[in-house]
């Protein structure tokens, strides 16, 4: 799959809040952080936090702008769009780090404003 193969299937998945996708997509031993929120290692605990996240709002909704991927690192950066939890709306730009391995994110790494969700 190629990086922009890659990143759109992601964040589709992701703005449907799948977390079976995430859990075939996820190494075992996956490093995730999402924001400030300090890294969490573990597949288990990576869907716990994915979970979590995705209880927190009502929706959201990713507008990719660039995708830039060299050997096994993918990264890519644009808009996020959330429906809180009361209905009211919050965007943020984002950028994401990705190193995989094999088929598998072995690096998850969100960088966006979520506290004001």
């Known amino acids: 799959?190629?990086?922009?193969?890659?990143?759109?299937?992601l964040?589709?998945?992701v703005d449907a809040k799948d977390l079976n996708y995430l859990?075939?997509?996820l190494a075992e031993d996956v490093r995730f952080r999402i924001g400030s929120n300090d890294v969490i290692q573990g597949i288990d605990?990576?869907?716990?936090?994915?979970?979590?996240f995705f209880a927190s709002i009502e929706s959201m909704?990713?507008?990719?702008?660039?995708?830039?991927?060299q050997q096994d690192n993918v990264i890519c950066?644009?808009?996020?769009?959330y429906v809180r939890l009361d209905g009211s709306k919050y965007s943020a730009p984002f950028a994401t780090i990705l190193k995989m391995?094999?088929?598998?994110?072995q690096d998850y790494?969100?960088?966006a404003d979520i506290s004001a969700l």
């Open 101 to 105: 391995q094999g088929e598998k994110i």
């Open 77 to 81: 950066h644009g808009q996020v769009n």
């Open 1 to 9: 799959m190629n990086a922009n193969q890659l990143i759109e299937n």
């Open 109 to 111: 790494l969100v960088y």
């Open 61 to 69: 909704q990713h507008s990719i702008d660039r995708v830039w991927s």
């Open 45 to 52: 605990a990576a869907l716990a936090a994915n979970h979590g």
């Open 11 to 13: 964040y589709k998945r």
């Open 23 to 25: 859990q075939n997509i």
